[in-house]
């Protein structure tokens, strides 16, 4: 059993800066692909960005060069660095745990967090 912790969302203008934290326990973390995944009001929820247990990255091309994600192994931890903010970007932001990770997801995904939300002001 893993359990996942988002916090940092909040209310920020456009073009402004957040950074989300997802604090993981559990089993080990280390060996977990994990991800931010991302729903709007009316819309389905969407993978945003991902990290695998090697290090690997990818994100919705929406977000590029704008949205960073990291693990830190040692914090049991990930995070979304998220700069230049756009009122499309608001949305409940889940932190999720898998098997590996894929260019628009993670497969053998079996946990969520409970979400945070994120507002941008226009």
């Known amino acids: 059993q893993v359990q996942l912790t988002e916090s940092g969302g909040g209310l920020v203008q456009a073009g402004g800066s957040l950074r989300l934290s997802c604090a993981a326990s559990?089993?080990?973390?280390?060996?977990?692909?994990m991800a931010w995944f991302r729903q709007a009001p009316g819309k389905d929820r969407e993978f945003v960005s991902g990290?695998?247990?090697?290090?690997?990255?990818y994100q919705l091309a929406s977000v590029k060069g704008r949205f960073t994600i990291s693990r830190d192994n040692a914090k049991n931890t990930v995070y979304l660095q998220m700069n230049s903010l756009k009122p499309e970007d608001t949305a409940v932001y889940y932190c999720?745990?898998?098997?590996?990770?894929?260019?628009?997801?993670?497969?053998?995904?079996?946990?969520w967090g409970q979400g945070t939300q994120v507002t941008v002001s226009s």
């Open positions: 559990g089993r080990t973390f280390s060996n977990y692909a």
């Open positions: 999720a745990a898998g098997v590996s990770l894929t260019t628009t997801g993670l497969t053998g995904n079996a946990y």
């Open positions: 990290i695998s247990s090697n290090f690997y990255t």
